[in-house]
């Protein structure tokens, strides 16, 4: 078979102001708790924030997945390690360029707003992709392994930096 095909997970690393949101969740889930004491609607409140707790606090546990297949990238969002949803779909046909974030073959895209689908881990190397789909540039910033660069370097040479 001459099928390329690999995938690679990786998890977004918690940043302060999602920390910041799980205590506020957690605390007003305590004190929706109290007040439930207090007053007899205490328990209405109560019951919203548990609901809230476990709507909210899956979405902030997230793991991307990036999956290469024959020219085909695709990558999901898993959320809590349970739902998981496509995000971003292209084919290296739709490839503009990619390279390390913030090198010179960039600064020609620096108005296109970025979606961000890396760790957020200021230790990783990540690599930002410019693709066109239906007229309109779009910049994504992911973590690929090695093994999805040579993959799309081969369909694209000119088109990878590495």
Same mark, same amino acid.
């Given at each position: 078979? @001459?099928?390329?095909?690999?995938?690679?997970?990786?998890?977004?690393?918690? @940043?302060?102001?999602?920390?910041?949101?799980?205590?506020?969740? %957690?605390?007003?889930?305590?004190?929706?708790?109290?007040?439930?004491?207090?007053?007899p609607?205490?328990?209405?409140?109560?019951?919203?924030? %548990?609901?809230?707790?476990?709507?909210?606090?899956r979405?902030?546990d997230?793991?991307?997945?990036?999956?290469?297949?024959?020219?085909?990238?695709?990558?999901?969002?898993?959320?809590?390690?349970?739902?998981?949803?496509?995000?971003?779909q292209?084919?290296?046909?739709?490839?503009?360029?990619?390279?390390?974030?913030?090198?010179?073959?960039?600064?020609?895209?620096?108005?296109?707003?970025?979606?961000?689908? @890396?760790?957020?881990?200021?230790?990783?190397?990540t690599?930002?992709m410019?693709?066109?789909?239906?007229?309109?540039?779009?910049? %994504?910033?992911?973590?690929?392994?090695?093994? %999805?660069?040579?993959?799309?370097?081969?369909?694209?040479?000119?088109?990878?930096?590495?």
């Open positions: 078979m @001459s099928d390329f095909y690999t995938e690679q997970l990786v998890k977004r690393k918690a @940043s302060m102001g999602t920390m910041v949101a799980k205590a506020a969740l %957690i605390a007003l889930t305590v004190v929706s708790l109290l007040s439930f004491f207090l007053f609607l205490g328990i209405l409140f109560f019951g919203i924030m %548990i609901v809230a707790d476990i709507f909210l606090l979405q902030l997230l793991e991307f997945e990036y999956l290469y297949v024959n020219g085909d990238l695709d990558i999901d969002k898993i959320m809590a390690k349970q739902k998981r949803k496509r995000v971003f292209t084919n290296v046909s739709e490839l503009e360029v990619i390279a390390p974030t913030g090198s010179a073959e960039l600064n020609a895209f620096q108005n296109i707003k970025a979606h961000n689908f @890396s760790t957020m881990n200021p230790d990783h190397k690599y930002t410019v693709v066109v789909k239906n007229g309109q540039k779009e910049k %994504i910033i992911f973590e690929p392994n090695q093994t %999805i660069l040579e993959g799309m370097r081969m369909l694209a040479p000119r088109k990878v930096i590495l």
